[in-house]
């Protein structure tokens, strides 16, 4: 089933509808065709029920970045459009009675970690292969501080050999943003995959997910 939030965004309903645990991905058109899988690998990994929610976006570099940046790979720059985004996103997690997760790969893990420091709603974060390396995150985060009360994070073991002098920090990035995290005792982990960035991205946002949904944790809301 899907239906329209608005001209950007389409929503895409997956598993239980009625179900207490909601998963909540943002994907590009890239990502669709796999959806289904991820699912299946979902499935494989808990052993509850979940509804889950795709949000496809149709611009990747504008909609999921919280500020302007200048453009590291193509010619596309990166926008300020997730603040737009994630407002329209709450708007479909307003029953209290759910637990809210909210996860994506890449450009989509960043926005679901910044997302994180806006709102408490998201119980747990699934952060696979995140582009943290985007400028300022890693600062912005440590300043803001994170909402929810677990964050799965995960890297390829070969995405920070890249020849781009920017996406290359992304190991440093990410074992200093692990670092914090554990210094503040946020519920997390750091696992690192095989290859680099565009290996096996189903089953690393399963893993995520599966990783932030089986965590056990006394269940209540920051603040």
């Known amino acids: 089933m899907n239906k329209f939030l608005d001209n950007r965004m389409t929503i895409y309903e997956y598993g239980n509808p009625t179900a207490d645990v909601v998963l909540i991905q943002l994907v590009g058109d890239h990502d669709l065709h796999d959806i289904e899988n991820e699912i299946t690998e979902i499935r494989n990994f808990i052993n509850k029920d979940f509804r889950f929610i795709v949000v496809k976006v149709n611009n990747w570099y504008q909609e999921l970045t919280p500020w302007k940046a200048p453009a590291v790979f193509g010619n596309e720059s990166f926008g300020d459009g997730a603040w737009q985004t994630l407002e329209k996103l709450l708007k479909i997690c307003t029953d209290k009675n759910k637990t809210y997760y909210i996860g994506g790969y890449s450009l989509s893990g960043l926005f679901a970690l910044w997302a994180s420091c806006q709102t408490d709603i998201f119980y747990g974060v699934a952060a696979a292969s ?76 399963a893993k995520a997910f599966a990783w932030v949904s089986n965590t056990e944790n006394e269940k209540g809301r920051n603040g």
């Open 130 to 205: 995140p582009s943290v390396w985007f400028p300022g995150f890693v600062e912005y985060l440590k300043e803001r501080k994170i909402k929810s009360r677990s964050v799965y994070l995960s890297l390829g073991n070969k995405e920070e050999k890249t020849k781009n002098s920017v996406m290359s920090k992304v190991g440093d990035c990410i074992r200093e943003l692990y670092a914090w995290m554990q210094a503040e005792e946020i519920q997390c982990t750091l696992e690192w995959n095989q290859g680099g960035h565009f290996k096996d991205p189903t089953l690393r946002v």
